[in-house]
């Protein structure tokens, strides 16, 4: 494709050839979105089918008075779509399901799933969310809440976030329903083949991650002090199951491998951190459970969030307030969510606690990367006159990091600048401007529950 009219004088062959470049980068790129809006109009068409072959499917069950309340006739048709389709029962059954339900009772979330601003996996995501709520009034609350949420963010970090709007309108409680939940706590053991099994465990979410943060940072430790010999080469996903496997053989951790770092420090004394967030309400009221929000002059008052997962019981954030040296509580302003202080503040590590209960994760756009996988990079660089300063200062993990500072053709490149609040503003190549605002002042207003 050439140009309508010649480059002026004093216009270089290169300027001009990247001009051309980015020109056709920004309609292939146009081009893209159009068609993910298509596909996804697409998408809603075939959740509309589903729907009515579900619809169809209780009205036969209906007539001839099933015993079973339709449940083989849906198992029946969902054989059957699964069939045509190639999408195998246990998926035609699931969006099946979602397709019926979205339609029963989400219409806002339907429409824009019609309009194409939102996917299938959105949709899914949202509808997933809200098997905590069954009365009108609250799924009509959550379809207002989610929309909006699902229009602005990744079908990734929608799952957090609707999560968290679930449970301002959830027939029961989280206290409630995490007191049922812990009952079924167990260990299990899968056989799995060539002399391998898997472990698994059902526990408390706090305790997961907390587990989870002890073993990854022995694991990075033991990798950084060892050289190949004494590591064997292993890398750090089995160095972690080696840790987890001896620590509960020994109840400690003693290998000549894995006992301390290069400096003699004991890997065993290593502690979990969790960082959860709490609303500054949550603590000084009760609202663990549903009938401490029937009163209707009372705000919803939104529940301690534990990082990387979401809404935890209240009670639970309660506990880990006596024990502050294994967490950081994090507490938020209750209307607009913003990180008001910080527990555990220390020298030189004060604002780095704080950008992490601000950020959560990496902030470029739609990226979930987390904090111990990112660098705190400065928007504004140092060497320029950047301060550092919480105004100047961000998550970003090595590939999107890297990226800000990478150009072509001159100039060109991904160009980003901080507002008020840690609000990102990101320029693209193409001259698109993208927002990411900090995911911990996604909050909600406080309501009256229904």
Same mark, same amino acid.
């Given at each position: 494709m050439q140009p309508t009219t010649p480059a002026p004088p004093h216009t270089s062959p290169r300027a001009h050839v990247g001009e051309h470049v980015l020109a056709l980068l920004s309609a292939f790129v146009d081009q893209a979105e159009q068609l993910t809006r298509h596909i996804n109009q697409l998408e809603f068409l075939r959740a509309t089918c589903f729907a009515q072959i579900s619809e169809l499917a209780s009205a036969i069950?209906?007539?001839?008075?099933?015993?079973?309340?339709?449940?083989?006739?849906?198992?029946?048709?969902?054989?059957?779509?699964?069939?045509a389709t190639?999408?195998?029962?246990?998926?035609?059954?699931?969006?099946?399901?979602?397709?019926?339900?979205?339609?029963?009772?989400?219409?806002?979330?339907?429409?824009?799933f019609q309009r194409g601003e939102i996917s299938m996996a959105h949709a899914s995501t949202a509808i997933t969310a809200s098997a905590v709520i069954s009365h009108p009034d609250g799924? !009509?609350?959550? $379809? %207002?809440?989610?929309?909006? &949420?699902?229009?602005t963010m990744t079908a990734g970090q929608l799952k957090t976030h609707a999560k968290r709007a679930a449970e301002a309108f959830a027939d029961r409680s989280l206290d409630e329903r995490h007191e049922d939940a812990r009952a079924g706590r167990e260990i299990r053991v899968i056989d799995l083949d060539d002399g391998m099994a898997q472990l698994t465990a059902s526990i408390g979410a706090v305790e997961a991650y907390a587990i989870r943060d002890r073993l990854t940072r022995?694991?990075?430790?033991?990798?950084?002090?060892?050289?190949?010999?004494?590591?064997?080469?292993?890398?750090?996903?089995?160095?972690?199951?080696?840790?987890?496997?001896?620590?509960?053989l020994t109840?400690?951790?003693?290998?000549?491998? !894995?006992?301390? $770092? %290069?400096?003699?420090?004991? &890997?065993?004394?290593?502690s979990a951190r969790v960082q959860v967030s709490v609303p500054v309400f949550t603590l000084m009221r009760g609202c663990g459970k549903a009938s401490d929000r029937t009163d209707p002059g009372a705000p919803y008052v939104s529940p301690a969030e534990l990082a990387g997962y979401g809404p935890i019981p209240t009670d639970v954030a309660r506990k880990l307030a006596g024990y502050s040296s294994a967490w950081d509580r994090v507490l938020t302003h209750p209307i607009d969510g913003a990180v008001l202080?910080?527990?555990?503040?220390?020298?030189?590590?004060?604002?780095?606690?704080?950008?992490?209960?601000?950020?959560?994760?990496?902030?470029?756009?739609?990226?979930?990367?987390?904090?111990?996988?990112?660098?705190?990079?400065?928007?504004?660089?140092?060497?320029?006159?950047g301060a550092t300063s919480l105004s100047n200062l961000g998550h970003l993990c090595r590939k999107h990091h890297v990226l800000k500072h990478w150009r072509f053709l001159g100039d060109t490149g991904w160009k980003v600048r901080q507002r008020a609040n840690g609000v990102y503003e990101w320029t693209s190549p193409l001259g698109r401007e993208y927002r990411d605002i900090p995911k911990s002042s996604v909050r909600f207003r406080p309501r009256v529950p229904f």
């Open positions: 069950a209906r007539e001839e008075q099933h015993a079973d309340r339709g449940e083989l006739m849906h198992r029946t048709v969902e054989a059957e779509v699964a069939a190639q999408l195998g029962h246990t998926a035609a059954s699931t969006r099946m399901a979602h397709a019926h339900r979205m339609m029963q009772n989400f219409p806002r979330l339907a429409e824009s799924l !009509a609350g959550y $379809d %207002a809440e989610v929309s909006k &949420l699902a229009c022995i694991a990075h430790l033991v990798n950084e002090s060892k050289d190949d010999t004494q590591t064997g080469g292993r890398t750090l996903r089995q160095i972690q199951a080696d840790v987890f496997t001896e620590i509960l109840g400690g951790i003693t290998s000549a491998n !894995a006992a301390s $770092d %290069a400096d003699g420090h004991p &890997l065993g004394a290593i202080a910080v527990d555990r503040y220390r020298p030189n590590e004060d604002l780095k606690r704080f950008l992490g209960a601000r950020d959560m994760h990496c902030r470029f756009p739609g990226c979930l990367r987390r904090l111990d996988h990112c660098d705190i990079d400065h928007t504004i660089a140092a060497a320029n006159g």
